[in-house]
Nanobody, 124 residues
Framework: QVQLVESGGRLVQAGGSLRLSCATS????????MGWFRQAPGKLRDFVAG????????YYADSVKGRFSISRDIAENTLYLQMNSLTPDDTAVYYC?????????????????WGQGTQVTVSS
């Protein structure tokens, strides 16, 4: 059974940085494209960043491009999201997800496995 466990979310001031981690188990990590999504209260779950099987290709939402960086450590079965220059608009619950789709995708429906989420709050 695939398990994804996020960590690293906390309260941070605007302009600060955080690194989220997603520990995975129960599957071959390199068999899945991985993504980070976020959901603010009353809003839909939005794509943040994605990384392909090998880690050689990444994709970002326009709102985080240049500020966030996604990476994966295949040896450690862990996905990361480095977040810099945070703003209050980045406040949300952040989820990692695994997709077995043929290509890296930004659509939540194409991700089969999800973590429980970690709260990121950015104060102004």
């Amino acid at each position: 059974q695939v398990q994804l466990v996020e960590s690293g979310g906390r309260l941070v001031q605007a302009g600060g940085s955080l690194r989220l981690s997603c520990a995975t188990s129960g599957h071959t990590f390199s068999s899945y494209h991985m993504g980070w999504f976020r959901q603010a209260p009353g809003k839909l779950r939005d794509f943040v960043a994605g990384i392909d099987l090998s880690g050689g290709s990444t994709y970002y939402a326009d709102s985080v491009k240049g500020r966030f960086s996604i990476s994966r450590d295949i040896a450690e079965n862990t996905l990361y999201l480095q977040m810099n220059s945070l703003t209050p608009d980045d406040t949300a619950v952040y989820y990692c997800a695994a997709s077995a789709y043929v290509r890296l995708t930004m659509f939540p429906s194409m991700y089969r496995h999800w973590g429980q989420g970690t709260q990121v709050t950015v104060s102004s």
